[in-house]
């Protein structure tokens, strides 16, 4: 019996370290949005911020004229409260004094900070980690893990229709792939 117990221990204290389990950004989408996204027409990069010159509405503001569902604040309710892990790309905000990240968009692709459209506000997560971390390359991916809130923020940069508060952000490691 004994036995048995330390067994046990020993494998429950294995999952209480162990990360949660990968949130797929599609689940952040109601069905209809992704029903609507597999199903859009071409977009055009045809823009000043696609030909590389950037004025002071640029950045991650969608342009007027999308498909409907590239403006979706449409959110997931079940996953109000959720803790979840998701992996994505950083667009720093806000630095402490130690020069970390301690406030940042997290994106489902490398480069969504300038490509044109960006992902719709119900594909931008706000993560908010008072801990920070050093960020010196925003095309390397993160895993963020915390607990995730349906809040719509928006900024001169860009609108998020859910913000993670952060117990754990690291860079994906190659033992991660």
Not at 41 to 46: A, E, K, L, N
Not at 72 to 79: E, K, M, R
């Amino acid at each position: 019996m004994r036995r048995f117990f330390l067994g046990c221990l020993v494998v429950f204290s294995g999952l209480t370290h162990a990360e949660l389990a990968e949130t797929d950004w599609l689940e952040l989408m109601p069905a209809s949005d992704r029903a609507a996204l597999e199903n859009m027409p071409q977009i055009s990069h045809d823009s000043p911020e696609g030909a590389g010159e950037f004025t002071s509405s640029g950045g991650l503001k969608q342009a007027k004229g999308l498909p409907a569902v590239m403006y979706s604040t449409n959110t997931v309710a079940a996953l109000d409260g959720k803790q979840l892990r998701l992996g994505g790309y950083p667009v720093p905000l806000e630095t402490d004094a130690k020069g970390r990240s301690t406030l940042f968009f997290l994106v489902p692709y490398p480069g969504a900070c300038i490509h044109v459209p960006p992902p719709p506000p119900n594909q931008l997560v706000l993560v908010r980690y008072p801990q920070g971390i050093e960020l010196t390359d925003i095309y390397a991916p993160l895993w963020v893990s915390g607990t995730l809130q349906v809040e719509t923020i928006g900024n001169d940069l860009a609108d998020a229709a859910y913000a993670l508060q952060a117990s754990q952000v690291r860079l994906v490691e190659e033992r991660d792939l």
